[in-house]
T-cell receptor, first 115, second 115 residues
């Protein structure tokens, strides 16, 4: 069974540009969540999607947005990039349900560098 | 409210000696608890999970953790460290919230293993 796939793995942008990151969850997983990881702030929750609906959102500015498609694939977008947006962006999928454990399966991340 | 505290930001052990990574949590209900490991520039890999079954949980690569409700702790241990265990470890709490799950990450503990 294929794991969570994130693309691209590495990218470099300049301030003011925008970026779109993609995440394909494990087949059958309907929940996708996104996290930002930086040395200073650690792992921070961005947002979570389930069946194309955003269920929860972290404390990030409106420049950060996301969406989920009918096949559960998800994208996140960051507009007007700032130097502080440089980070490893991790996507995780989960098989949500009444009896599941809520275990998250992570992709390898997209490393964004903003110059 | 939920919170997770990893008591040590760095732990250094010699190869072949025991490993202890400490985690305390706070939750207003019975959460699911996880330990994840992250190697450089990689995603997070699940080591083990506690979901209200046995309080001593065995995971991959010889790791185990004991859930102690009275102490609100979920410490990770391994009898004998290996060089390949050098990585960052995250204690994670997940619990239900309206419509899904809420995820709280500890700040991480970096494990160094000396030859």
């Amino acid at each position: 069974k294929a794991g969570v796939t994130q693309t691209p793995r590495y990218l470099i942008k300049t301030r003011g540009q925008q970026v779109t990151l993609s995440c394909s969850p494990i087949s059958g997983h309907r929940s996708v969540s996104w996290y930002q990881q930086t040395p200073g702030q650690g792992l921070q929750f961005l947002f979570e999607y389930f069946s194309e609906t955003q269920r929860n959102k972290g404390n990030f500015p409106g420049r950060f947005s996301g969406r989920q498609f009918s096949n559960s694939r998800s994208e996140m977008n960051v507009s007007t990039l700032e130097l502080g947006d440089s980070a490893l962006y991790l996507c995780a999928s989960s098989l949500e349900g009444r009896t599941n454990t809520g275990e998250l399966f992570f992709g390898e991340g997209s490393r964004l560098t903003v110059l | 409210a939920q919170s997770v505290t990893q008591l040590d930001s760095h732990v250094s052990v010699s190869e072949g000696t025991p490993v202890l990574l400490r985690c305390n949590y706070s939750s207003s209900y019975s959460p699911s608890l996880f330990w994840y490991v992250q190697h450089p520039n990689k995603g997070l890999q699940l080591l083990l999970k506690y979901t209200s079954a046995a309080t001593l949980v065995k995971g991959i690569n010889g790791f185990e953790a004991e859930f102690k409700k009275s102490e609100t702790s979920f410490h990770l241990t391994k009898p004998s460290a290996h060089m390949s265990d050098a990585a960052e470890y995250f204690c994670v709490v997940r619990g239900p919230y309206t419509g899904g799950f809420k995820t709280i990450f500890g700040a991480g503990t970096r494990l160094f293993v000396k030859a």
